[in-house]
């Protein structure tokens, strides 16, 4: 009998055992559960989020010019024999709310004149003569003198007089 309680014990041990592995097998699955819900609401929240933010329109910002003249320049070409010259003035654009960069375009029109003398020395008349290079020619132009000035950036060039012989 003796021989029989100790069954019956070892019985109710394995029993309490088993029962502490199934269980531990079911909030092991709950957790993975729980983990695989938390992040699927996580990822619906973000791409309803994303979604939304989608659908606002940005708004153009528009920027109101200022222009500052500038002196008359003449200019040799880079045409064969140097006999062709530009001779015009030009007004420079930029935002007129940066009171800083107008300052600097003060302090600097001797950079600035140095750097449309260069650029027009590197052209030929029939690229300055051809309307369809004029948009070309700005950004180009815009380009050369943006890259010394720091406290802004020029907008627009215009030109008040141009003249190629």
Do not use: C, P, W
Not at 66 to 92: H, I, P, W
């Amino acid at each position: 009998m003796a021989f029989g309680k100790k069954n019956k014990e070892n019985d109710a041990a394995e029993n309490v055992e088993k029962g502490g592995k199934s269980n531990r097998g079911v909030m092991v699955v709950l957790f993975i559960l729980g983990l695989l819900v938390l992040g699927a609401a996580t990822f619906g929240g973000v791409y309803l989020f994303m979604k939304q933010s989608k659908t606002v329109e940005a708004q153009e910002v528009v920027v109101e010019n200022a222009y500052m003249d500038l002196a008359e320049f003449t200019v040799n070409l880079a045409d064969e024999g140097g006999k062709r010259y530009f001779k015009g003035e030009l007004s420079l654009g930029y935002d007129k709310t940066k009171t800083k960069f107008q300052q600097e375009l003060t302090e600097n029109q001797v950079v600035i004149r140095d750097d449309i003398i260069f650029f027009f020395k590197s052209q030929k008349a029939d690229f300055i003569n051809n309307v369809a290079n004029r948009e070309t020619m700005k950004k180009e132009l815009i380009e050369a003198i943006n890259k010394d000035l720091t406290k802004g950036k020029i907008t627009d060039i215009r030109f008040k007089s141009m003249l190629v012989q």
